[in-house]
């Protein structure tokens, strides 16, 4: 059978972004992917490093967005030159805008609690939008403008990450599903995968949407696949120049021009599909906010799974099985979440703790 220090089970961003910071830290780690590394949710996100726009309110998880915010561009970085792969990273901010009384008010609360906390939130009347957005000339009453986020390109993150997890050593094992874990005396020993058993002392579920493994994981984790629809056009390159955001839609652009526009948040199992009233409403929400995209050209659309807990929190921690992990339950913040959630895991597994109090994370919380 063969031997490694650790498994990953999972290849989305969480699972790549572990695997690779074990194997930096001398580790033995082989990841294992049901199908190609990245091809779920964490391929279908928008992008979007979103650590303010749409955080409810102080706590512990704002704590984390912030964490990774800070932590992002030296983990692009070491990505890029590891790999000569761009990641597609810029601190271009995002504009929320507000279309209604109500919204206003929303967001006005949000500015305030945030310019507390020491961040940047800025107001633009909805002349000053269309100053920095020209493109943006729906019926809007004023923008929110959050200087500091930032937007990747997570596809072109997951091929980086891929190639980093090879050079760090790890044995990616694609187009291979774990099926069952090995489990002796209170203690993880393995996990039996469709290509054979695996043997390790440490393993740790990433499996996304799927992380209950159909109900063969040992302890219970409720985490529900939260489908998101998504779809791409081409329009010319600077059209969009931050991310654009309403109550009811989302625009990126990157910088070759393709223009990303999401999203549905649906519960609809584990299907991909895309449907007409789901594409009818991110179209418009896209129509509210502006009128003048209309001679983009259509590319594609695509649906993913976001991984959905009750209370919108991820689940990273210890199991009471000894050397089962658990990092799973990101919902909307994957790719924001992915570095630091690397960092604090392997703290766990490696020194016994973690330099950030994950116990309102713990992923027996439901129990
Ligand atoms: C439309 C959409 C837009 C989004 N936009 C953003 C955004 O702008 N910003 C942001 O931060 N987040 C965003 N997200 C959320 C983000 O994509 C997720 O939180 C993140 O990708 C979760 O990563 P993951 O590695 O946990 O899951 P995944 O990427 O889904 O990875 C889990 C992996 O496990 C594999 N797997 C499943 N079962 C098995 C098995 N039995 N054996 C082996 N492998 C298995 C799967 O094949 C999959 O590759 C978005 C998500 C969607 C769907």
């Given at each position: 059978?063969?031997?490694y ?10 699972g790549a972004?572990?695997?690779e ?7 033995r ?5 049901r199908?190609s590394?990245?091809a779920?949710?964490s ?16 706590g ?6 912030q964490?990774?915010?800070r ?7 070491h990505l890029?030159r ?16 507000a279309?209604s009384g109500r ?9 305030r ?8 939130v800025e107001?633009w ?13 729906g ?7 959050f ?9 072109q ?7 980093a997890?090879r ?5 990616l ?9 090995l489990?002796?005396?209170g ?8 290509h054979?058993?695996?043997e ?30 998504m779809l ?11 991310v654009?955001?309403s ?11 393709r ?23 991110i ?22 799974l976001?991984?959905?807990?009750k ?21 909307r913040?994957?790719?924001l979440?992915a570095p ?5 895991m392997?703290?766990l597994i ?9 116990s309102?994370?713990?992923p027996g919380?439901?129990?």
């Amino acid at each position: 059978m063969a031997r490694y220090d650790m498994i990953i089970l999972g290849g989305g961003i969480i699972g790549a972004a572990l695997a690779e910071e074990l194997a930096r830290h001398g580790q033995r780690v082989t990841l294992i992917e049901r199908g190609s590394i990245g091809a779920e949710a964490s391929s279908a996100a928008a992008g979007i490093l979103s650590a303010q726009m749409d955080l409810a309110g102080p706590g512990p998880f704002f704590e984390l967005c912030q964490a990774a915010r800070r932590m992002y561009p030296r983990w692009v970085e070491h990505l890029e030159r590891r790999t000569n792969e761009p990641v597609g990273y810029h601190v271009d901010g995002i504009l929320a805008l507000a279309m209604s009384g109500r919204e206003e008010r929303a967001m006005t609360r949000q500015a305030r609690w945030q310019t507390r906390q020491g961040l940047r939130v800025e107001r633009w009347s909805s002349k000053e939008v269309r100053r920095h957005e020209p493109a943006i000339d729906g019926k809007i009453r004023c923008g929110f403008h959050f200087p500091t986020e930032a937007q990747v390109d997570n596809v072109q993150l997951m091929r980086a990450l891929s190639a980093a997890c090879r050079r760090a050593g790890v044995e990616l094992q694609e187009h291979t599903a774990a099926r069952r874990l090995l489990i002796r005396e209170g203690n993880v020993r393995g996990v039996e995968t469709d290509h054979g058993p695996l043997e390790a002392q440490v393993l740790v579920n990433c499996l996304g949407s799927w992380a209950s493994m159909g109900g063969a994981f040992p302890i219970p984790l409720p985490v529900e696949p939260a489908r998101g629809q998504m779809l791409a056009f081409r329009g010319p390159k600077r059209l969009i120049r931050r991310v654009v955001m309403s109550e009811r839609a989302y625009v990126v652009q990157r910088r070759d021009g393709r223009l990303l526009v999401g999203s549905t948040v649906e519960f609809a199992g584990f299907e991909k599909t895309l449907t007409l009233d789901g594409i009818h409403a991110i179209l418009c929400g896209l129509r509210h906010m502006t009128g003048s995209l209309g001679a983009c050209t259509f590319l594609e659309a695509w649906a993913g799974l976001r991984p959905y807990t009750k209370d919108r929190l991820p689940m990273l921690g210890r199991t009471p099985v000894e050397g089962l992990y658990v990092a799973t339950g990101h919902f909307r913040h994957g790719i924001l979440l992915a570095p630091i959630t690397a960092t604090l895991m392997s703290e766990l597994i490696l020194r016994g703790r973690s330099s950030f109090d994950l116990s309102p994370f713990s992923p027996g919380r439901f129990s």
